[in-house]
């Protein structure tokens, strides 16, 4: 990658597989020996329960706490500081850091100045890349990160709901001025029973089709349950999908 990217992983389609896509694509990026910070900012965070982390009351819980107490207005060097210290390290692999989310009660405060200055702080660490993951509501929190994405990452499924649902998304992003150069969807849990023509959904909705996964949950399902992300399973068929994605998704961004 030439330069730092920052990622984003969102959809209005909930069980989409925004966290498995945003957390495989950082795994995956880190064991290639990039720095890479892996962003929950989803109102109920699963990167917790997906990597089996207890959580101990930093991260986003501590970031917004700071930005309360300061209305917003804090010394970027400070914030820096609060920032560092809401990060941990994931215990698999030393290039990948983490900014796991708060309460839900807690995730509601964010507001887009909150999210601008917390995005902001992650890039003046100097990562490879920034790649956040988000809930499927529309409110201030997504809107900033949509507005602060270099790229921006929908999966998608083979179905009618999903499909709608993501073409309704596409006048949201129209309305905010986000570049069509920015999007590309990933159609997720790909079978060849769905009926569903990935190649007319992606003229249809005139954004590229960055990849095509293909459904592994069977053969993922018991490593998932135990904390293991699918990239680092052992088990090269389901991991596969997800190791062209990031390599696909490395090519678009120059790597």
Not at 13 to 38: C, P
Not at 200 to 228: C, F, M, P, T
Not at 240 to 247: C, Q, T, V
């Amino acid at each position: 990658m030439k330069k730092q990217s920052t990622i984003l992983v969102t959809s209005p389609q909930g069980g989409s597989g925004k966290s498995t896509i945003a957390l495989n694509t950082a795994l995956h990026f880190a064991n290639m020996n990039m720095k890479v910070l892996l962003i929950d900012m989803a109102c109920y965070g699963s990167l917790p329960s997906m990597l089996k982390i207890p959580i101990r009351g930093k991260g986003m819980s501590s970031l917004i706490t700071a930005l309360e107490q300061n209305e917003g207005k804090i010394h970027p060097e400070q914030f820096s500081s609060y920032f560092r210290d809401s990060l941990m390290v994931y215990e698999g692999e030393k290039n990948l850091h983490l900014l796991l989310s708060a309460s839900p009660l807690k995730m509601e405060k964010l507001t887009i100045g909150y999210v601008q200055a917390i995005i902001q702080a992650a890039r003046m660490e100097h990562y490879s890349a920034i790649i956040i993951d988000t809930s499927s509501e529309l409110c201030e929190r997504n809107i900033g990160c949509l507005e602060q994405a270099d790229c921006i990452l929908i999966p998608t499924l083979q179905d009618v709901t999903s499909g709608w649902k993501t073409i309704l998304f596409k006048e949201i992003l129209e309305s905010l001025n986000i570049d069509r150069d920015k999007i590309s969807v990933i159609v997720n849990r790909c079978t060849k029973y769905s009926g569903f023509n990935n190649l007319e959904y992606r003229d249809e909705l005139g954004y590229s089709l960055l990849a095509e996964i293909q459904d592994v949950s069977k053969k993922a399902q018991k490593h998932i349950n135990n904390g293991v992300p699918i990239v680092n399973s052992g088990n090269k068929r389901a991991a596969m999908p997800f190791r062209n994605l990031s390599n696909q998704l490395l090519k678009k961004l120059g790597g």
